[in-house]
């Protein structure tokens, strides 16, 4: 017999690679892309408001800063006939001119940024990506204006109104992309010169002294300030002059921060180019990740809609089954009933009520296809198919369903939603559900601790207030924990439990979905929930009645909760570290609902990269005051290093370098941010003047965000 092997017809949307499409996906590793050669551009802009607009004064660019570089010339020294650079390198556009300052060429107009932009399309005969600080709330927003004014449509990556990246397309092969610095060296410009040990002029004060704002200034800053304007006091102020000295000296910073960045970042990754290849410092640090670090079929990518919702009911189907249930004095069998959901052949149903040979149907507007939100057949959903196709499968769903002579109603998110607007009694029930159903992996990840235990106190005798810091946290944590890795084992359980200590949970190293008790009375509350109608409030309580009927807080010396434990308890999503802890401390878990067990996990995940990036801080710092000069205490340090972290320090290399030691706390604390990434906050942008594409858009419910420009 000859055997005939079967492949999925398309790579996976996800991952790129040909697989089952039940098995879970995987982050594949990186390789360097080949160096192209490509022009580097820091530039900056200073404004003057003086001109009334519709919505206050506008923002009229009066001077331009452009410094210009490639890897070639930053490699090989500056190349005189260098193609990608062109003839000049230091450039400005101003609408005055200036002797002071020196610069290649001075572009003397009435319209600077015109002439900027006219500049960067017309002179680019390479890739551009070109960078301004804190651009993407200023910078690039002027940019693009113009750029729209002249009828180019660039691609925009933004969150609200911030910038981050922004591409147009020049000529047929390359691109001018617009970036913000911040976003890779997350500080002031003015601090950039002493983190990297930049050899470039301080920036300088400008322009008066009302205008300073001096009494904003850190106690440092201002000390340099005073000595600086008891010097220059009594010297005439030549805007023209000032405004070019200031701005020229902006750009020679920002250059000078971003190869030096950009050197250090390809000595540590093997030759990634983060100025061409990363938008964030966390992508920087997950690219680094994948290319040096990762190993194949590895760490796995949760899927869109979690590990067991693929073929469970969604919350929403959940809280309105259990609403209509109370509300039509109906039992409504569904995915958790003790006899699972009604089937007919081979299709199952959300809900199904004997009595009345009902059949239940709850449909995901963007996953089912809904026609008010999706009105054209075309467009894509998050499955893969069309909103048409998707029709069709659901119409044949329900005929065959029907067929058994039972009534079917269908009832939509959008409608649903409406419901909840109108009905104030179905929006409580909603909020009430108590969740028992698939895991949602995000809702086990919480913001941080910020509550003080004590606002204020004062120093009594022989008392003194001590701040005591946690240093490396984040390094600490990835070089010293077990990390799971592949795909979990889901149960699906619903068990009845008495959780008291935390040998009672068997499950090691998982994430649970389960019902917890405080404790009444404990110092530091373990587990935290979220409460209001978005959960926007994160809270530690003692009590979930308490804190939802108090959810601004409230202090009450004399309070007393009176409520009962299943009154204080909530549904609590969290990994079994965090669930053991809880257990310690008197915490009772009564109900069991999910499980999502990890079978392997990985204690050197992040050690390698934990590793490398902390010896080059280490080295990068030098001794520390305390050990400088003490050899035995060095060689002790160095030894502590290699035994307790595997940190293979070298005395040599021991020498403070600003750059090196910035650069290494930035990738320390960045890359495991970008493991808890949203599916949304980023947004793309389609900037259009032609009617039948903005048609497209505007008609099209489904997408949030329609911006007019008239």
């Given at each position: 017999m000859v055997g005939r092997a079967t492949f999925a017809p398309n790579a996976c949307t996800t991952c790129s690679s040909y697989h089952d499409p039940k098995r879970g996906c995987y982050i594949k590793p990186l390789a360097i892309k080949p160096p192209k050669a490509y022009r580097i551009i820091a530039f900056d802009f200073e404004t003057m408001q003086y001109r009334e607009g519709e919505n206050g004064k506008i923002h009229d660019v009066n001077f331009i800063g452009v410094k210009v570089n490639c890897p070639g010339c930053i490699t090989n020294g500056p190349d005189p006939e260098c193609i990608a650079c062109g003839e000049h390198r230091t450039i400005t556009f101003s609408t005055r001119p200036f002797k002071n300052t020196p610069v290649d060429i001075q572009n003397v107009t009435e319209y600077p940024l015109e002439e900027f932009v006219s500049w960067?399309?017309?002179?680019?005969?390479?890739?551009?990506?070109?960078?301004?600080?804190?651009?993407?709330?200023?910078?690039?927003?002027?940019?693009?204006?113009?750029?729209?004014?002249?009828?180019?449509?660039?691609?925009?990556?933004?969150?609200?109104?911030?910038?981050?990246?922004?591409?147009?397309?020049?000529?047929?092969?390359?691109?001018?992309?617009?970036?913000?610095?911040?976003?890779?060296?997350?500080?002031?410009?003015?601090?950039?010169?002493?983190?990297?040990?930049?050899?470039?002029?301080?920036?300088?004060?400008?322009?008066?002294?009302?205008?300073?704002?001096?009494?904003?200034?850190?106690?440092?800053?201002?000390?340099?300030?005073?000595?600086?304007?008891?010097?220059?006091?009594?010297?005439?102020?030549?805007?023209?002059?000032?405004?070019?000295?200031?701005?020229?000296?902006?750009?020679?910073?920002?250059?000078?921060?971003?190869?030096?960045?950009?050197?250090?970042?390809?000595?540590?990754?093997?030759?990634?180019?983060?100025?061409?290849?990363?938008?964030?410092?966390?992508?920087?640090?997950?690219?680094?990740?994948?290319?040096?670090?990762?190993?194949?079929?590895?760490?796995?990518?949760?899927?869109?809609?979690?590990?067991?919702?693929?073929?469970?009911?969604?919350?929403?189907?959940?809280?309105?089954?259990?609403?209509?249930?109370?509300?039509?004095?109906?039992?409504?069998?569904?995915?958790?009933?003790?006899?699972?959901?009604?089937?007919?052949?081979?299709?199952?149903?959300?809900?199904?009520?004997?009595?009345?040979?009902?059949?239940?149907?709850?449909?995901?507007?963007?996953?089912?296809?809904?026609?008010?939100?999706?009105?054209?057949?075309?467009i894509r959903l998050p499955n893969g198919v069309t909103a048409g196709v998707q029709r069709e499968r659901d119409e044949r769903r329900l005929e065959f369903i029907e067929s058994f002579g039972v009534n079917v109603e269908v009832y939509w998110e959008c409608d649903i939603s409406v419901m909840l607007l109108r009905n104030k009694v179905m929006r409580?029930?909603?909020?009430?559900?108590?969740?028992?159903?698939?895991?949602?992996?995000?809702?086990?990840?919480?913001?941080?601790?910020?509550?003080?235990?004590?606002?204020?106190?004062?120093?009594?005798?022989?008392?003194?207030?001590?701040?005591?810091?946690?240093?490396?946290?984040?390094?600490?944590?990835?070089?010293?924990?077990r990390y799971p890795i592949g795909h979990p084992e889901v149960h699906i359980l619903n068990n009845d439990v008495n959780w008291t200590q935390p040998s009672d949970n068997t499950f090691e190293l998982a994430l649970l979905k389960v019902f917890v008790i405080p404790p009444r009375s404990i110092d530091i509350p373990v587990l935290p929930m979220k409460i209001g109608y978005d959960d926007e409030r994160l809270l530690f309580p003692l009590c979930s009645t308490c804190a939802k009927e108090h959810p601004n807080g409230d202090v009450n010396e004399n309070y007393s909760c009176k409520h009962t434990d299943q009154q204080r308890g909530w549904v609590s999503t969290c990994t079994s570290i965090e669930l053991n802890e809880a257990l310690k401390e008197g915490y009772v878990v009564t109900k069991v609902f999910r499980v999502l067990e990890y079978k392997?996990?990985?204690?050197?995940?992040?050690?390698?990269?934990?590793?490398?990036?902390?010896?080059?801080?280490?080295?990068?710092?030098?001794?520390?005051?305390?050990?400088?000069?003490?050899?035995?205490?060095?060689?002790?340090?160095?030894?502590?290093?290699?035994?307790?972290?595997?940190?293979?320090?070298?005395?040599?290399?021991?020498?403070?370098?600003?750059?090196?030691?910035?650069?290494?706390?930035?990738?320390?604390?960045?890359?495991?941010?970008?493991?808890?990434?949203?599916?949304?906050?980023?947004?793309?942008?389609?900037?259009?003047?032609?009617?039948?594409?903005?048609?497209?858009?505007?008609?099209?419910?489904?997408?949030?965000?329609?911006?007019?420009?008239?």
């Open positions: 960067i399309i017309d002179s680019s005969v390479t890739d551009t990506v070109a960078f301004s600080h804190f651009g993407g709330r200023f910078d690039m927003v002027l940019v693009f204006k113009e750029l729209f004014l002249r009828g180019l449509t660039p691609d925009m990556i933004k969150k609200g109104n911030k910038l981050y990246e922004m591409k147009v397309k020049v000529g047929k092969k390359n691109w001018v992309i617009f970036r913000d610095t911040f976003n890779l060296m997350p500080m002031s410009l003015a601090s950039l010169v002493p983190a990297f040990a930049l050899s470039v002029e301080d920036k300088p004060f400008f322009p008066h002294m009302e205008d300073y704002l001096a009494d904003g200034m850190m106690p440092e800053k201002r000390a340099q300030f005073d000595e600086w304007f008891e010097k220059h006091k009594d010297e005439p102020f030549n805007l023209d002059e000032s405004l070019a000295s200031y701005c020229t000296n902006d750009v020679e910073i920002l250059m000078a921060a971003l190869v030096a960045f950009r050197r250090e970042f390809l000595n540590v990754s093997n030759g990634l180019d983060v100025l061409r290849e990363a938008m964030t410092i966390a992508s920087a640090c997950m690219k680094h990740f994948r290319t040096n670090h990762l190993q194949s079929q590895h760490l796995g990518i949760v899927p869109e809609k979690g590990y067991d919702n693929a073929d469970n009911q969604s919350l929403l189907a959940l809280r309105f089954l259990s609403w209509y249930a109370e509300e039509h004095k109906v039992n409504i069998r569904n995915a958790y009933s003790k006899e699972g959901e009604k089937r007919f052949g081979n299709y199952r149903v959300d809900g199904w009520v004997e009595e009345k040979k009902l059949v239940i149907e709850v449909n995901g507007c963007c996953w089912h296809g809904c026609k008010k939100c999706f009105p054209d057949d075309e409580l029930k909603f909020k009430n559900y108590l969740d028992n159903g698939p895991i949602d992996i995000r809702s086990a990840f919480f913001g941080g601790r910020t509550g003080p235990l004590k606002l204020f106190h004062k120093t009594g005798e022989g008392q003194k207030i001590s701040y005591y810091d946690v240093t490396s946290l984040y390094p600490f944590i990835n070089m010293t924990t392997n996990y990985d204690d050197n995940l992040f050690r390698p990269y934990i590793r490398e990036f902390m010896a080059q801080k280490i080295h990068a710092s030098g001794f520390d005051y305390d050990i400088k000069g003490n050899r035995q205490k060095e060689e002790n340090f160095i030894k502590e290093c290699k035994e307790k972290f595997g940190i293979i320090i070298e005395r040599e290399k021991m020498k403070v370098n600003k750059g090196k030691r910035t650069q290494a706390k930035l990738c320390l604390n960045n890359l495991w941010g970008r493991f808890s990434l949203r599916n949304f906050g980023l947004s793309q942008c389609v900037v259009t003047d032609d009617p039948a594409v903005y048609t497209k858009y505007s008609d099209d419910p489904s997408l949030e965000e329609i911006i007019r420009m008239l």
